[in-house]
């Protein structure tokens, strides 16, 4: 597996100044937010945009994965809004339209997945309602990445419509679609106690595409970094070496910008050693 670190604990870097932070600390892969600062899909240079990005990834030897848990680029207003389960129709739209872009981008870059989810239910719908709406917006994305080759990571996220690995595999029971597979964020698993972690990861690991990693506690949502929460990373690396999965590990401090460098480089030194005991890590030193 490849270390990686997301760009939405990056977001007041220059995206030239962040990508080479990450190469010089030993990164070998970056998961992309599409947001205001980073590849906006809604700037009207996007496309040069994305040749840009596209040589610096090259340059820098670095896989990519493309993340679309911007806070506000779709609304000012509304943190993550609209989603797939959002009770207006012309706001379901607009997230599938978002996710297609998404999805350009992905391709264009050479992008291991775009990594998506539900959204949070707002307007009380039931679960069959939601799982209605999300169907349907989430099919036509997936139909879309086929025809692009691009493959989706699908994230179960605490409070979200789909929370929950019980709750994924309803989804994916539902969507067997081939582009739809699985982003796994080792935190919120110890977050809503699907434990033991490592057992969670080997049951999971044929659909695994992209992982994000960070410390967390129960029944607590907050990305943490590591060592000041409750995971025992040991286990968790080893299960991800023995189903040999070989795509971006993800750090994910989306609430640690304002000390970027300094996180990016205590993750580094704290996981390169464990990924080397593991057996899977590829990170250089």
């Keep these: 597996m490849r270390l990686g670190y997301n760009t939405n604990g990056l977001a007041h870097h220059d995206p030239a ?57 779709l609304d000012p207003r509304q943190k993550h809004e609209p989603t797939l389960v959002s009770p207006e129709v012309e706001g379901r739209r607009r997230r599938v339209e978002f996710l297609k872009r998404a999805i350009v981008a992905a391709r264009a870059l050479g992008s291991d997945c775009v ?17 209605e709406r999300l169907l349907g917006g989430l099919r036509e994305v997936a139909d879309y990445a086929a025809e692009q080759q691009v493959t989706l990571g699908f994230e179960p996220e605490p409070g979200m419509a789909i929370d929950t690995m019980t709750r994924c595999g309803e989804l994916f029971a539902a969507l067997p679609h081939p582009m739809l597979q699985l982003t796994l964020d080792v935190g919120h698993l110890h977050c809503q106690g699907e434990t033991p972690l490592a057992e969670h990861i080997r049951g999971w690991g044929p659909r695994l595409v992209n992982v994000h990693i960070e410390d967390m506690r129960r ?38 910008s304002h000390m970027a460098p ?24």
């Design 17 to 73: 100044e962040g990508l080479q932070l990450l190469a010089d600390l030993g990164y070998q892969s970056v998961a992309l937010t599409l947001d205001h600062g980073w590849l906006n899909p809604y700037a009207r240079d996007f496309a040069r945009q994305l040749t840009a990005m596209r040589r610096l990834l090259d340059g820098l030897n670095l896989r990519s994965a493309i993340e679309t848990g911007a806070r506000f680029l």
């Design 115 to 131: 990594s998506l989810w539900s959204g949070v239910i707002l307007d009380q719908a039931p679960p069959e309602k939601a799982m």
């Design 219 to 256: 029944g607590v949502h907050e990305h943490l970094l590591f060592g000041e929460g409750e995971i025992d990373f040991p286990p968790v690396l080893a299960a991800l070496a023995e189903c040999n999965y070989r795509g971006g590990l993800h750090v994910e401090l989306s609430r640690h």
């Design 262 to 285: 300094e996180a990016a480089r205590r993750a580094a030194e704290f996981l390169r050693p464990l990924l080397a005991a593991a057996g899977g890590g590829t990170a250089k030193a």
